[in-house]
């Protein structure tokens, strides 16, 4: 057999598999899953009135590790390996997401009068500003076995508007286990608890402080109230 007639039966064997469906070289994805945090369920404590004075808080831009800039929803190995599976992804950017999640969270906490997130309105006047800094949001997959852990950890301050000065800071960290490895909706919820979590620990500390301003007996005038040193919150036993 020449070597034309080699080449036109390897052709026609080529063609005949195609046809025959015997091939396929695609397969099917499975769907993109995008999840938003935000809606973990308040309890009756969160919408009880409080008797202090409401305050207006202003919320900075999110200081999150650049490892969490990214839709992908991250999950950390015990080798401190960061992995993402392409198909589980937030609906939007989480610096944005976290966000409006905390300002959502502790606009509903009482003595809590309204929460700006940046950038806010030029003329917009509040009694303190919350800078959250978030270094894990993530789930945590174990060593051996298939339940791992889902792992929050934020520092944040509280600052006065007028001359920025940090008049509180604290730590949140949250750990929620018994998480099914690849369970991302459970992931998603167990991190959006860990935002509720961080939201009632800043609210917490903004009403252990002293009004920023005091009226004066006799006029409509308000004077700012004295300041002590930084105060460092702690989270609730």
């Known amino acids: 057999?020449?070597?034309?007639?080699?080449?036109?039966?390897?052709?026609?064997?080529?063609?005949?598999?195609?046809?025959?469906?015997?091939?396929?070289?695609?397969?099917?994805?499975?769907p993109v899953e995008r999840y938003v945090v935000g809606g973990a369920m308040l309890t009756q404590a969160d919408a009880t009135p409080s008797t202090t004075p409401e305050l207006a808080i202003g919320l900075r831009r999110l200081d999150l590790?650049?490892?969490?800039?990214?839709?992908?929803?991250?999950?950390?190995?015990?080798d401190n390996q960061i992995v993402t599976t392409g198909f589980h992804r937030w609906a939007e950017a989480p610096s944005t997401g976290l966000n409006r999640a905390?300002?959502?969270?502790?606009?509903?906490?009482?003595?809590?009068?309204?929460?700006?997130?940046?950038?806010?309105?030029?003329?917009?006047?509040?009694?303190?500003?919350?800078?959250?800094?978030?270094?894990?949001?993530?789930?945590?997959?174990?060593?051996?076995?298939?339940?791992?852990?889902?792992?929050?950890?934020?520092?944040?301050?509280?600052?006065v508007p007028d001359d920025g000065a940090i008049i509180a800071r604290g730590v949140t960290t949250y750990r929620a286990g018994d998480w099914a490895v690849d369970d991302y909706r459970g992931l998603v919820s167990r991190l959006d608890?860990?935002?509720?979590?961080?939201?009632?620990?800043?609210?917490?500390?903004?009403?252990?402080?002293?009004?920023?301003?005091?009226?004066?007996?006799?006029?409509?005038?308000?004077?700012?109230v004295p300041r002590g040193p930084t105060i460092t919150c702690s989270a609730e036993p």
Not at 205 to 223: E, N, W
């Open 1 to 30: 057999m020449n070597q034309h007639s080699v080449r036109s039966l390897v052709t026609l064997v080529a063609c005949a598999l195609a046809s025959s469906g015997c091939f396929r070289l695609a397969r099917t994805s499975p």
């Open 65 to 78: 590790a650049p490892y969490l800039a990214t839709l992908a929803i991250v999950v950390r190995r015990a």
């Open 102 to 159: 905390v300002s959502g969270y502790i606009a509903n906490a009482p003595g809590i009068r309204s929460v700006d997130v940046a950038p806010w309105p030029v003329r917009a006047e509040h009694d303190y500003l919350v800078q959250l800094h978030v270094t894990r949001f993530e789930g945590v997959e174990p060593e051996r076995g298939a339940s791992g852990e889902v792992h929050l950890l934020a520092n944040w301050e509280i600052i």
């Open 193 to 224: 608890l860990g935002l509720l979590t961080l939201s009632r620990d800043v609210v917490r500390c903004l009403l252990q402080l002293a009004p920023p301003t005091q009226a004066i007996p006799g006029d409509s005038a308000r004077v700012a």
